[in-house]
Structure formats: C-alpha cells, structure tokens
C-alpha cells in the first residue's frame, strides 16, 4: 500500500528549515541541506524550544541565535565555506554554526569554533558528538578552542570565512589580518544599535565593508564583563 508520509516522518527540524524557505531567507540548496542534516534540537539547552524563531537562552549572558540569523550568515558566507576552505567561528557558543561549516568545508577543509567560557566550550563539544558533524570532530577537521575571539585563531589562518556571533564596538584588526584575500567576514558591529556588516578581503588586501541588515547580538567583550551581565 502507498503511503507518502506518516506523523513520524514529519521532522521539525526539517518543518523549521521548510519555514526558512518559505519565508525566503533561505535561497540556497546547500544552506537549506546543511541546516536539515544539523538537528537544532541537539543544541538547544533542554526544555526550550529549538525549531522556534528565536534566539534562546544557552547560560553565562548568552543566547543561541535565531534560525534565521544562522541561515542568514550561511547564506552569506556560502561562497566562502567550499570544500577544503578554512573558516572561523568567534563565539561559538553551542557549536550549531562551527558544526554547520564543518559539512559545507568538508573533511578537506576546518572548522574552527572559539569561545571564552570554557563551560560552553565543553557544553558545545558535547552536542556536536551528537550531530551529523560527530566525524569532523573526531577527525580534527573541526575544533573547538577556550580563547578570546577578539585575537581570532591565528593556528590556522588565514581564513577563507570568518563569522562572528557576538557585536563588536568596532571590527578586531586580527580578525581582519586573519582574512585570506578573497576571504569574507560577517561580524555584528555597535553597541545598543548594530548593523551586521560583510567585510571582503579583496584580491590585492583592501577591504570592501557593506552593512547587510540591524541585528543584536550579545557583546563581543572579556569574560568578566559578560558574565557580570
Ligand atoms: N553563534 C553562537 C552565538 C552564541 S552568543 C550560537 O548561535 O550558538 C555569542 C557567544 O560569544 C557567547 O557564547 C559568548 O560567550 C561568546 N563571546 C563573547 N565575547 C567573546 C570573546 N571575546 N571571545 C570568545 N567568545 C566570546
């Protein structure tokens, strides 16, 4: 007997992504498989509700961000997260966007997650083994590192991709050194006001800088400032 779906097969991981599409924040093929192979749900501290568009509460003054800023910066950096290419994570917070860029750079490429409180670090290793970028992990091709962001991961660079999860009160001149020619950042700038801005490293090392849309993140800043809130 034919049967084209059953109750168990309607995924809200895949529903949420569905949305994105929907809504058109999602235009992308391969932003829209990476974010249905990578369950949200695996990333969401318990009892909150993953598929929801929102950011949510992850601890220590942070928040996962929305679905559709995640689906915003992949789609933004999609060019810059082929396979074999290097990309940066600043603030990684739960690990959901280093485990997305793990898939798109492939076993070739890295995936490099840096986050300050060593908690999430430990919190966000723990829910990627989870994933469908368990292997990446295991492979070293993806890492999570304790560090202050704002100096970058300076090991692996330069980058080809830099995404910063946290604003900035002005672009760190590391991140901007850690750019490959060719390399693009998304990094919310400002303060009370941000505007997510696209930073390309053009060819001959000049920087190009447009604004994509106002957002607000949580505050790229020491430990200490964060966790006093
Ligand atoms: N993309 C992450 C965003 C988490 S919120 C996610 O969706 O899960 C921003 C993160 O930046 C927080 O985890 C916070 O602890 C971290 N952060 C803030 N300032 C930092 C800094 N100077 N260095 C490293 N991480 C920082």
Known sequence: MEQ????????????????????????????????????????????????????????YNATISAPHMHATCLQLLEKNLQPGMRALDVGSGTGYLTACFALMVGPGGRAIGVEHIPELVSFSTENIQKSASAQPLKDGSLCVHVGDGRQGWPEFAPYDAIHVGAAAPEIPQPLIEQ????GRMVIPVGNIFQDLKVVDKNSDGSISIRTETSVRYVPLTSREAQLRG
């Open 179 to 182: 750019l490959k020619p060719g």
């Open 4 to 59: 084209f779906w059953s109750g168990s097969a309607i995924n809200e991981n895949k529903g949420m992504v569905d949305n994105l599409q929907r809504y058109g924040i999602i235009t992308s093929r391969k932003v829209a498989e990476v974010m249905e192979t990578i369950d949200r749900g695996l990333f969401v501290p318990g009892g909150r509700q993953p598929y929801v568009d929102s950011p949510m509460p992850i601890g």
